[in-house]
């Protein structure tokens, strides 16, 4: 009779369900209405743009890269947004002008990293420090745009009702769902995921294969940028404002979720759903803190950083077994 034997590149990934399993558990046993639908909802809906950045995040470590300048695109995206939309363009002229203008950074950093041979760790902290300085010459103050018309209709016609008490499945929470599902799809069905796969696991190897490595660092950090630019104006719809000084280390979160979701930070092993658990286990952790009356984010902070270290230690573990394995 065959032993059963669970695949060791799936530990990472089940261990993430068994800890949001858990989080959220321990949530419904201390409080009341934990476990109610508007509370995952909520939950979904304000991590819905953290999701979509931690989508592009994912990517570029699968290919063994890293970005840094999640955050600051996110920045720029809104209040390039919000400027514009105050000088009289229309607001979604100036989503799809944001969302041009994200993808295009986000190639140029892809170039850059891939033509020329650059530590992605300096390219995209370079990009960093250039979109948020760019953020605060556009302007140095938020500018809102509460009762702009087209934010308006975003949030009050484009959502689905779910069940009979008045819940709704948002705008922005759909778009992050939407966007999972199609990256999960590319990841693990198309010619290109699997590029991405082998990039990050072995280059030189995947070099050998006829592979076209740089075309597909290229392409990753383009969909990184387009990521980072569409969780920008995922956010600016959530908070109707755009901000120079939003979204300071939030490539950090993005980064977290991709590793509390199984993410090997060396490349190449990892599912793109991973992404998403990891983002819930990063919200509900703030929400338990919240129902415990404790606004103080940094106890977040602390969690999750020891979330990270522990995963991390992990996926070293897991890495040592698989090498004793093939010797």
């Known amino acids: 009779m065959k032993r059963l034997r669970f695949p060791v590149r ?174 999960v799809v590319f990841m693990q069905k198309t010619t290109a995921g699997r590029r991405v796969y082998a990039v990050g696991e072995n280059e030189q190897a995947a070099t050998l294969m006829g592979i076209p490595v740089a075309r597909t660092k290229v392409m990753v950090y383009t969909l990184a940028g387009f990521c980072s630019a569409l969780a920008g104006i995922a956010f600016t719809i959530y908070l109707k404002s755009g901000n120079p000084l939003n979204c300071i280390g939030l490539e950090m979160d993005a980064i977290a979720a991709a590793v509390i979701g199984g993410t090997l930070l060396t490349g190449g092993v990892g599912y793109m759903i991973g992404s998403f658990f990891g983002v819930l286990v990063l919200g509900l952790i703030q929400v338990l803190i919240m129902f415990q009356g404790n606004i103080n984010s940094w106890w977040t902070r602390i969690i999750v950083g020891a979330l990270v270290l522990v995963f991390i230690f992990m996926q070293n573990l897991i890495t040592q077994l698989s090498n004793r394995r093939r010797i």
């Open 10 to 183: 799936y530990v990472p990934f089940a261990a993430t369900v068994a800890v949001f399993l858990l989080v959220y558990a321990l949530g419904i046993c201390n409080f009341r209405n934990f476990g109610s639908l508007r509370v995952f909802l909520g939950l979904l809906h304000d991590n819905a743009y953290l999701g979509i950045a931690a989508i592009g995040a994912e990517m570029v470590i699968l290919s063994g890269g890293i970005d840094l300048s999640v955050g600051a695109v996110i920045a720029f995206t809104g209040v390039l947004i919000a400027k514009l939309a105050g000088c009289g363009v229309n607001a979604g002229a100036a989503m799809a002008l944001a969302l041009a203008a994200g993808t295009l950074f986000g190639a140029l950093q892809g170039v850059l990293i891939a033509r020329y041979r650059l530590p992605p760790f300096l390219v995209t902290l370079g990009g960093m420090f250039f979109a948020r300085g760019s953020s605060y010459m556009i302007s140095e103050e938020a500018i809102g745009i509460l009762n702009n018309p087209v934010i308006m209709v975003i949030e009050d016609r484009l959502q689905i009702a779910v069940g009979n008490r008045g819940l709704t499945l948002e705008f922005i929470d759909m778009l992050y769902l939407a966007l999972l599902v199609i990256a």
